[in-house]
């Protein structure tokens, strides 16, 4: 799985990315990235942004968004989406009983078509709530 992530990222995004990954797996910081790639800092952040994004909306979802989490140490079943105990407890406050249902089924690593047919939506509209839900986290997480 990681090979065809890595293989996605060469064709739509570069080679640039596959070393951002690694670097990041092995648990380097943005600034030793920066340093290690000969790039600057800032356009590292954004690399990191534009992976992540395609991890998210476009390959982990359609794939198997249960890997490309546990790489970001994002998960929702392993890391509660990357959040600390008090954040997760804000962003759960923060949710419809809908989208509860909907992390509580993916949680439960129920496949979207049987999500569809619980929550009576359509794969494309569970596929787009989990990524505002997820991208959600996200900037709950990042929130100095």
Do not use: C
Not at 74 to 89: I, K, R, Y
Not at 121 to 131: F, G, I, N, R
């Amino acid at each position: 799985m990681r090979r065809e992530f890595e293989t996605y990222r060469a064709k739509n995004q570069g080679p640039e990315a596959i070393d951002w990954l690694g670097l990041y797996l092995q648990g380097r910081s943005q600034d030793r990235i920066a340093l290690e790639l000969s790039v600057p800092v800032k356009q590292i952040y954004r690399l990191r942004e534009k992976v992540s994004y395609h991890a998210i909306r476009v390959f982990a979802f359609k794939i198997q968004p249960e890997l490309v989490a546990s790489w970001r140490q994002t998960s929702l079943t392993e890391h509660s989406l990357g959040l600390a105990p008090a954040q997760w407890q804000q962003y759960w406050d923060s949710l419809t009983p809908v989208q509860r249902q909907l992390l509580q089924l993916l949680k439960a690593r129920q496949p979207v078509e049987a999500i569809s047919k619980t929550l009576k939506l359509k794969p494309a509209q569970v596929a787009s709530e989990w990524s505002k839900l997820y991208l959600a986290a996200q900037t709950l997480r990042n929130q100095p």
